[in-house]
């Protein structure tokens, strides 16, 4: 077979890692009424064939409730980061076209936002919304938005002061059509890929409080509680309760870096060489 | 049409040097101005100041009688840089760069030697001669009154030169803009301008 170029391998990179993240969203909901079944006649079995990541000590298989774990995470991933993402689309813009004083009170805010650590923030915010799906959400997406929001005001502070942009505007062109034609063009491969970055944080931040007992109740199958509940079980030599969530989690996170990075590459070529 | 600096003072930031203390220059659209100086006597600055890209410390750029800040939109008063690949949009084709300014004769697109298949490249793709033709078409837009050309071929060929120099001389001629050229090189200022203006001079006295 011919060899493919570096382009095609990125493109492919990109593919399978958005094809296999889709396909683990959908398994897990397609399973999630068997990630929930119990059956005592089948527990604390170790990997075998019929089930390839083992039971837990009330029978459930681990591979449904791996995949719908991941799937939940995935999900509160997309949604946190989604809003993180238009959250620091918005202030980053904001902050550089809207004069001295809304610029000082948003690098303000970043600064805050970043000097506290980022689990502590988390934990507190999950905590006062009353923890579960929305605490989570909101949690994630307050704390997540500060470095790309300051990406784009650097990078908006950088166009509005570029030539062709002062250039544009001496030949008649409205704020409006400067910001669409050429603003648009260079702000949006920086914001996608900043959002899609995101994601492994966010998944990471979910399974860490949900771990810690702050975010998702414990009936729910995800990853961070599977986590969190295998940790007593450990000790007694069923290994396999903690080992197979935690590797397809770290799966999860490395193909949306993939996918993160791989985009960057294809929409900002020049940067595939730093 | 008359384009006047009036009694302009400039310098960039508070503790800076004083780039142009004092400095007036009345231009018609029947005249080609050329302006000499050594490096850093604010010949781009003045280009800039003219074009209405920065505000003078002190007087003023008047437009027929009226400052060239009044007037919104288009500006009759274009300014041509020296260096090409910064005032295009590496992301845009230079289809959508042309098309930024006024309404284009297809003549000045073809005088300027612009062949058709550079206007679906990325600036990336063109070399700086190339580019640059763009930017004089582009400035040459249907409204434009004044052309403020600075060092507009200090990176091109001798050949390019000349060419781009006639036909930016004819088309200026027969449209009655008024030109001004910003050069080192006293001898092309000769050749094209009607009269040319020293700041360094101008500057010292």
New interface residues.
Partial sequence: MRRMNGRQRTVLAFGAALLFLALITIAGQVFAKEAMATDFSRKNLAPCAAYPFGTDWMGRDMFVRTLTGLSMSIRIGLLAAGVSALLALFLGIVSATMGRAVDSIVTWSIDLVMGIPHILLLILISYACGKGFKGVVIGVSLTHWTSLARLIRGEVLQLKEAPYIKVAGRLGLSPWQIARKHMVPHLFPQFLVGLILLFPHAILHEASITFLGFGLSPEQPAIGVILSESMQYLAMGKWWLALFPGLLLVLTVVLFDVAGESLRKLLDPGSAHV | MVLEAKNISFRYGTDSRQILNDFSLKLTQEERVGLIAPSGFGKTTFCKIL???ERPDEGEVLLNGHLLSEYK???PV??I?Q?PE????P??PMR?VLA???HLDQRIVEGLGIEPDWLNRYPAELSGGELQRFCIA?AL?ERTRFILADEISTMLDLITQSQIWSFLVQEVENRGIGLLAVSHSTPLLQQVCTRVENLEKKARA
């Avoid at chain 2, 910064?86 to 949009?89: C, F, I, K």
């Fill in positions: 074009a209405g890209y939109g288009y500006c274009q300014m840089w260096h910064q005032v295009v949009n992301r845009l959508e930024e300014g006024d582009r837009g």
